[in-house]
């Protein structure tokens, strides 16, 4: 299935479900936008979607969810950006954006994954003179976020990430990588109520999870 | 109950939600209008991802490549439409959506927006704060390029710096070793490197785990600097590590622990190291030893830190370092046959510092920070014929500074930050050589003052200057400091910087005699940069003119004068071959001063020509190792030759300077009780080229001579530096699973 047409399913699944008109219109807008987020992959996709949580935060300014999905997009940017000279400037773009969120309380292990993000990011400036440093950010966020919520599963998924892609020198281990991987797939089939709850990093999960067991049968 | 109310409550729930999801866009369709269009720059190019917002709504749409947009707006009736996009000055314009007929709109922004973040990406002349300058370097480039892991022997492979190998000092463009001053966090370390015979290199006492970045200036650097009439090297330490970790180094010269834990607060770290070298064991299974060290370079260095972060991007730093050292040599005496020198230097070392930054409020940052350093030398000269001991010279010398130092900053007018500042020393110098004892103090102070200006999106302007005044030699002087950049479309900076550098005479002369001038440098440098993040290039040419340089003949007066004038080349390249980062600099130097007691100006004995070097280094990720290669050349230095007439003085060259040096560093698979370690071998001189700095001769009986060569032809290291982490979280994660 091709994105726009899964977009489009999760948009009529969305919108003919009952559960649907209960929400408020800020809720509908929210959603409709957060639907979009698993099927991004493009700058331009983002550079959309960040307009549009700007948006609505404009106008629901106490609202914790546009400016979380607002540094989510910022984050994302940041990573998709190529040119290592400006790597910092987004990346700090975002860090800010990301510290209204806390201070409007967004989910505290919510924040500290994109801190995390961010830190994974920053290691693109200079991969051997940063990595060091920022892998040890990157994972001590993802350690603090596990430490306040045990079962976030994009916590576990990107410290799963982070142990299987990260050298056994500087502290990679596959094993203990397969272990979260299976884990986040778990914790992300549990269900969530709130509508606004971040949900993204499901389908890399089951994708990183299918790839690593397939090439472990083949070894 | 009514059949109205009845057909309701039979209505199926699922019917009921279809009627209401449907209806739901039925009526908004009602109001909704489509409104589409493009915004541009001025009416002629097309703005990407710029977000058109009908203020006060949720209604909005962003730009694609081509500057179009298309969004559907809920309701009608009077708006303001905003327009905004990355690097342009937004815009608001009035919007009434009168009925449900599609809007096509043309937009325009007209006024590019220029924030300070954006246009400090670009390289500018405030060398300082600049972090791109190809100059900085990062302790992975020193970890990975230097045969002894030193700034300074990194330093050594970059434009500007003389290859000197019987010196641990930088020296830069003409100048000597002592012209060239190092600074951690603004503050002066004056015994930087560990005290030592002369012709044999030393060691630096302070490991380069310690610093993030440093900046090395060959020239025309802020006014915020002085008493260096050459260069100036600042040394920025480390903030609060990610974790608490202890490091623990094995070699067979030397050992080493290092330990840091954050403190719970997490706001700051209190750390220290101890670190053991003792050459004596490794020079006695290295072959080819030129000289004879006895007893070998022995010492024990330490260090404790506190750092504490503050509120307002606040740090406080404070740092204490130690060390003892002893080093002697034996040296065959010239004037007398079978007859010995031994030298023997026996030192101590104290510096501690206190450093601190805040913004202090109304825009206002303040650093500040104080420093003590204490450092004793023991000089011990003895004298042996036929084995027989004849004579022993002792002389020691005591150091005491105290300084402190504020800079006041602050953002002012369009795009300029202004600095303002003052620094205070007190030197207290004590000699004692054969029961005479001689001593001074001196006050020195300064201020200064400078201006960083972003003109514009091309000029940038420092302008500055520094008012200095000392009483033991009751001199002031007034420093001009100026810098020009221009930078171009393609980030390359066209920079002209000008400027007057003043420095105290050294000690052994100010014990003769207080009424001496501060010798004067004035620097004026033209030079171009263009750099990436994988490509740095870099081309200078400078004049540079000595006055008040110190002249020990007839008298000791400071009258000496001298030029130095050349053009620098640097290349520096981590994208062209794969996985391969390497470097080329290449110096012309062509200098003359008559100074100490020269008889008339020539190029001295520590300038020579032509320097280069070429430094390449690969990481092999399957076997997990980093090897680099250095290679060093240098033209032959003159040297004095007493044999030859006086209108013959320094006309002789040592031969032409090769150096190969390698560096191995590999990073094992197999933890040892959890700690990551990495092992390393560094040969210096790899191919065993007879290298000679230059001719000791008889004082005497000048027919007599002796090379001045290096400890060990070739000099290898090796070590093994192992990381433990101190944080237990891991086993938490895995109790989890």
Known sequence: ?219 | MNTQQLRHVYVPWSWLWVVLTVSGPLTATQAQVRISGEVTYNGISPVAAANVTIEGTYDGGTTDKKGKFSFVAAELGTYTLRIEAPGFVHRQQPLVLADTLPVRLRLELNEKLMTLAEIMVRPRVFANADRNLASNLKPLDVLTTATDGSIATTLKSMPGAQQIGESADLFVRGGTGSETRTFMDGLLIRSYNQSGVSGVATRSRYPTQLFKGTVFSTGGYSAQYGQALSSVLLLETQDIPVQSNAELTLSPLMGGATIQQILPSKTAVVGGGLNYTNLNWVLNWMPNQSLQLSPAPESVDGNLYYRQKLPRQGMLKAFVNWGASKTGIYQNNLDYVNTLNRVRVDNRNLYGNLSYRQSIGRGWKLQAGSAWNQNADETTVQVTQDNQPRSVYTGQQHTQIGQARAVLSKSVLNYSTLHIGSEWFYTREQTQDSGRVQSYVDVYRSAFAEMDWYVNEQVSVRVGGRYEQSTLTNRQALAPRLSLGYTFANNGLLSFSYGTFYQQPDREFLFQQHDLDMARARHTILSYQRMDAFRSFRVELYHKSYTGLIRTRPDTTATGTGYARGFELFWRDKKTLKDIDYWISYSFLDTERQFMAYPMRVQPGFAARHTASVVAKRFFSKITTNVGLTYSVASGRPYYNPTRPDDRFMQDRTPVYHNLGLSVAYLPKIKIKQAYSVVVLTVSNVLGNGQIYGYRYGTLDTSRREAIRPVANPFVFLGMFLNFGIDRRQDTINAQL
């Open chain 1, 1 to 219: 299935m091709n994105r726009q047409k899964l977009v489009l399913c999760v948009l009529v699944t969305l919108l003919t479900s009952p559960a649907w008109a209960q929400l408020t219109r800020y809720q509908q807008a929210m959603t409709r936008h957060i639907a979009v987020i698993d099927t991004a992959v493009r700058k331009s996709t983002y550079v959309a979607l960040f307009n549009s949580f700007e948006r609505i935060h404009r106008v629901e300014t106490s609202e914790w969810a546009p400016v979380y999905y607002m540094a989510y997009c910022a984050a994302e940017l940041a990573k998709l950006e190529r040119d290592p000279a400006r790597i910092d400037a987004a990346a700090d773009r975002a860090e800010a954006i990301l510290n209204t969120a806390d201070s409007l309380h967004a989910t505290p292990a919510e924040v500290l994954c994109i801190r995390s993000m961010l830190a994974f990011t920053r290691i693109n400036v200079d991969f051997m003179e940063r990595g060091p440093k920022y892998m040890q950010l990157g994972n001590q966020y993802l350690k603090q976020a596990l430490a306040k919520d045990p079962e976030n599963p994009r916590a576990t998924l990107m410290l799963a990430q982070s142990s299987l892609f990260t050298p056994e020198q500087f502290g990679g281990d596959k094993k203990l990588g397969h272990k979260l991987l299976k884990r986040a797939n778990q914790l992300y089939d549990l269900p969530v109520a709130d509508p606004l709850t971040p949900r993204w990093g499901k389908a890399d999960a089951a994708q990183l999870l299918a790839k690593f067991e397939k090439e472990l049968a083949a070894n």
